[in-house]
């Protein structure tokens, strides 16, 4: 059994800053790449970043310059460090990862269940 557990959603004025973890425990052998997508309301659920086992980083356009995505592989997290907040950041944030558990042999994509950030004055 793996689980991804989000922590640090919540509300925040606009220009203020939030930093999501992502803690991934479990029967892992390895954790390849990492990420964090979104789901505003009423809309499809969408890339923000992603990070690779060896720290290459890959943003979405509307974040980039804004969201700074790390993880330490020591300890199996995932953090993306959001500033300068805008009202359209509003979602639910997910966390991903792709990991190799020692009972599949095989690797595939475990989901978080989920942390909203809502941005409003």
């Known amino acids: 059994q793996v689980q991804l557990v989000e922590s640090g959603g919540g509300l925040v004025q606009p220009g203020g800053s939030l930093r999501l973890s992502c803690a991934a425990s479990g029967s892992i052998f390895g954790i390849g790449a990492m990420g964090w997508y979104r789901q505003p309301p009423g809309k499809q659920r969408e890339l923000v970043a992603t990070?690779?086992?060896?720290?290459?980083?890959n943003y979405a356009d509307s974040v980039k310059g804004r969201f700074t995505i790390s993880r330490d592989n020591s300890k199996n997290t995932v953090h993306l460090q959001m500033n300068s907040l805008k009202p359209e950041d509003t979602a639910v944030y997910y966390c991903?990862?792709?990991?190799?558990?020692?009972?599949?042999?095989?690797?595939?994509?475990?989901w978080g269940q989920g942390t909203q950030v809502t941005v409003s004055s």
């Open positions: 990070i690779t086992h060896g720290g290459v980083t």
């Open positions: 991903n990862a792709n990991i190799l558990t020692v009972v599949a042999g095989y690797s595939q994509d475990y």
